[in-house]
């Protein structure tokens, strides 16, 4: 009464399955063509429109397929000429004309002139523009100031501004500024952003959906070649099976690497590349009520807080301890002579004293992920026991990433003494201008949940928003930097370095301080 | 019969409903709009104020539940905001990529489950069933998502005999053979804890069978035991079996979501976790329709198996 014998027939049959299911496996052994670079990125783009998507991820598929008048030069958050090849500004900083690129075609064939760069800011800024219904466009207040954009001759266009603006060319540089072909827009309308048309290096191949997005090397690019026949872009959005992929040789490169995945990757077989950028991470204190709204109190808990052991352990050394409100990554606008708050709980205790608020309760708001917050809960623990050795005694409320910023961004008042916040900018201007100044308290518009104000912060903001010279500028933001690292609205915390790792296949690989991903100079043996 | 199907689709009209008006409500109550989502660092009131405009959220909730309800009736779910498509294409997309996950794994675990059950059952307390139980167990206990990440270490990172994620390779790929090496480690751990339940459902509603009169006669008239259980006691016992396999369906489609994670498969489940966590509401919506729908579209075919097999439950 046996159910299973083992006649000839089942050991032939169970011979057969196993051969085809070796069958089926051999080819997985090949590894990825030469020539094609596959890239594991932490999302699905949105669409692949540059006026219409906000995300990094989306951004680093995007500046291979397009260009803007202006770009960072490589390795800095300088601007320099791109599909513009000078540019003159007005002497009151209102009228930007730039000359074009000569012979520059986009790749459906169609000429990049002045009236294409016209048709691109007119879609974004025009509400009766005929193509503006294929927005929405979130970021284009980033061109807010831009009151016109005339086409003076094929090769020349200008913008006249409502106010001086000196972050306008930097915001250029900006992937929101990158510029399509007016020709695919008509033809594709709302679809455009899935059949992207630019004039970069590599041009858009095909898009399978949650699966990868494929670009191709552009044969009649303007400038030098790319070095791969082909870039494909993989969306794995859970970060232990991207670091597997790594590691099993299914992605040749893969950014945003888990601090605590960077040991698998030592050794000759891969490549972590690092760089810092235009990132920092802080707490908001709340200055209007509470303990914090003695600023010897706020100073207390920047020595109080142990940044060093938050950089080295928590985040196992891929970010460096924040010194003030600006990121070092702005290097032209960063005030060298600053240091980091050391960590010193005894000084934090005298001030304590001194203000008569030892033993504060303190409520936190904490969440748990979010764009550049890191590892926000790991980080925010750490914070609550840095700040109970020196006898505050913080409660922790944690949010999920958006409820968060419901509950951050109206402002602290009435419900927190202290929040975790991080940006990332492209302007030494952008995170001071909307989240220092008293007219950028929440009721105002603005994201200063803590309800800092100092007039002198404010008037150095707003006169180096309107000084074009770029030295004068540095001086008012150096300024600045001082007085805000002194008032300490913020303990300033972390300056993140974002990483990413390449296979041994990968040559000619840099990391932009502006974490966008430039690809066409890369080799892939 | 025909009758009784009918019946069924329009009791199943007022829980369709019901879940559009609960899934609204839910997306419309938890905290967090889209355009915060979109804007990010950039979600100055101003502009939250003109990108809701944009994505039409500035109408009061009564109005937009309606008309969301009358476009869905014409077959229009909208577009998704964070993928920019029509809904109803993503949804058709993924859903298709999910039903080849469940699919295939809700087959397995109705196999292996079934299998194991019988073979424990004819040859209880044996070492068959002893081993069998202990796999069983194990595999009720270790959580699919658990399973999964060690089988990517195992077989993909280590081992290289499978691909670690996605369903079909970048290159060079896309037939059958392809699919069906991203399938395996996916559809193993999705059907681990089903097999173990269904495993030890069948086993209970055999030893029950194997007891009864009419076996013991097969038995006394000579049908070889192969054919008295595979024949006769199955057959039996699956009247009991059917409606657990139903309710597995139902686990193995819901457990999905954690193996899409896990493994990157592009299905509906991983689907619903970006659209939640980027607050794309329509897509929310729409997917959990759809989902619900199938799942509801199931429950009355399950039920109508059933009755066709047992005349005795009154149709």
């Given amino acids: ?525 | 019969m025909g009758a009784y199907i009918l019946k069924r689709l329009i009791s199943a009209i007022p829980v369709l409903l019901g879940i559009t008006v609960i899934v609204f409500l839910i997306m419309a109550m938890i905290p967090g709009d889209p355009a915060t989502a979109i804007l990010g660092s950039y979600a100055t009131p101003d502009n939250v104020e003109k990108l809701n405009r944009d994505l039409g959220l500035d109408k009061p909730l009564v109005q937009r539940y309606f008309i969301w309800l009358g476009n869905m009736l014409t077959g229009d779910f909208g577009r998704s905001f964070s993928l920019n498509r029509p809904v109803l294409d993503e949804i058709l997309d993924r859903f298709q990529a999910t039903l080849i996950l469940a699919g295939v794994s809700f087959v397995l675990c109705s196999i292996l489950g079934i299998l194991a059950g019988v073979v424990s059952a004819a040859r209880q307390y044996g070492f068959a069933d002893k081993a069998i139980t202990f796999t069983v167990l194990i595999g009720i206990s270790i959580p699919s998502f658990f399973l999964g990440m060690m089988m990517i270490l195992l077989f993909a990172v280590n081992l290289r005999w499978l691909p670690v994620s996605g369903m079909y390779a970048i290159y060079g790929g896309g037939d059958l053979p392809d699919l069906i090496n991203h399938l395996i480690m996916p559809a193993l751990a999705l059907a681990a804890v089903a097999t173990g339940v269904i495993a030890r459902l069948s086993r209970s509603a055999m030893l029950e069978v194997l007891r009864q009169d009419f076996i013991r006669t097969a038995r006394a008239k000579g049908v070889p035991e192969r054919r008295v259980i595979y024949g006769h006691a199955l057959r039996a016992a699956m009247v009991s079996i059917i409606p657990v396999l139903g309710i597995q369906a139902g686990f193995v489609l819901s457990g999905a979501v954690y193996i899409e994670m896990v493994f990157q498969w592009p299905g509906i489940g991983r689907m619903l976790v970006d659209a939640i966590l980027k607050r794309d509401i329509l897509l929310v919506q729409g997917g959990v329709v759809f989902v619900a729908a199938a799942y509801v579209m199931f429950n009355i075919a399950v039920d109508v198996a059933q009755s066709v097999l047992d005349p005795r439950i009154k149709t």
């Fill in chain 1, 1 to 525: 009464m046996s159910l299973f014998t083992l006649t000839r027939r089942t050991l032939m049959a169970a011979a057969t399955s196993m051969l085809a299911l070796g069958a089926v496996s051999a080819p997985l052994l090949a590894q990825t063509p030469p020539g094609v670079l596959i890239v594991g990125q932490i999302a699905e783009p949105k669409a692949l429109d540059p006026a219409a998507v906000t995300a990094v991820n989306d951004f680093r598929i995007l500046v291979n397929l397009y260009e803007g008048l202006v770009r960072y030069k490589p390795g800095t958050l300088e601007v320099e000429p791109q599909l513009a090849t000078s540019w003159e500004i007005s002497e009151d900083g209102t009228e930007y004309t730039f000359t074009l690129r000569e012979g520059v075609t986009f790749h459906d064939g169609t000429p990049f002139d002045a009236a294409a760069v016209k048709f691109n800011f007119d879609r974004m800024l025009d509400e009766s523009h005929p193509f503006h219904d294929t927005g929405p466009f979130p970021l284009a207040f980033f061109f807010s100031s831009v009151e016109s954009t005339e086409v003076v001759d094929d090769l020349t266009v200008k913008f006249t501004l409502n106010a001086p603006y000196a972050p306008f060319l930097s915001n250029l540089a900006y992937p929101t500024g990158l510029l399509v072909s007016p020709a695919a827009v008509e033809a594709n309308g709302a679809d455009f952003g899935r059949s992207p048309v630019g004039t970069g290096p590599f041009k858009f191949a095909e898009w399978r959906s949650n699966e990868a997005v494929v670009i191709e090397k552009n044969a009649d690019y303007w400038g030098d070649p790319a070095g791969t026949d082909a870039v494909v872009f993989r969306p794995i959005t859970d970060a232990n099976t991207r670091v597997a992929e790594m590691l099993a040789g299914g992605i040749d490169m893969m950014v945003e690497v888990p601090p605590t995945a960077l040991s698998q990757f030592q050794g000759d077989d891969f490549t972590v590349v690092e760089q810092a950028g235009p990132h920092v991470w802080f707490l908001i204190l709340n200055a209007k009520e509470g303990p914090f709204a003695d600023k010897k109190v706020r100073q207390a808990a920047n020595y109080a807080i142990n940044k060093e052991a938050i950089v080295n352990d928590v985040l196992e050394g891929t970010a460096d301890v924040a010194a003030g409100p600006t990121p070092p990554a702005f290097a032209w606008a960063y005030n060298e002579a600053l240091d980091p708050y050391p960590y010193d709980p005894e000084k934090a205790k005298a001030l304590l004293a001194e203000a008569g608020a030892e033993g504060a309760d303190l409520t936190f708001f904490v969440t748990e992920g979010g764009s550049g917050m890191l590892d926000p809960i790991s980080m925010g623990t750490a914070i609550q026991a840095d700040l109970a050795a020196v006898g505050l005694d913080v409660k922790i409320e944690t949010y999920e990433w958006n409820t968060f910023l419901g509950e951050v961004n109206p402002g602290l008042e009435g419900k927190a003494d202290m929040a975790e916040m991080a940006w990332m900018t492209n302007d030494p201007d952008t995170l001071p201008y909307l989240a220092l100044r008293t007219d950028a308290w929440p009721d105002k518009g603005g994201f200063n949940s803590g309800y800092y104000s100092n007039p002198e912060v404010d008037a150095l903001l707003e006169e180096a928003r309107t000084a074009t010279d770029q030295t004068k500028r540095a001086e008012l933001y150096q300024k600045m930097q001082e007085i805000v690292q002194e008032d300490a609205p913020w303990v300033f915390v972390a300056n993140w370095k974002q990483n990413a790792v390449t296979s041994d296949r990968v040559e000619n690989f840099e990391l932009e301080p502006s974490f966008l991903l430039q690809l066409s100079s890369v080799v892939k043996n």
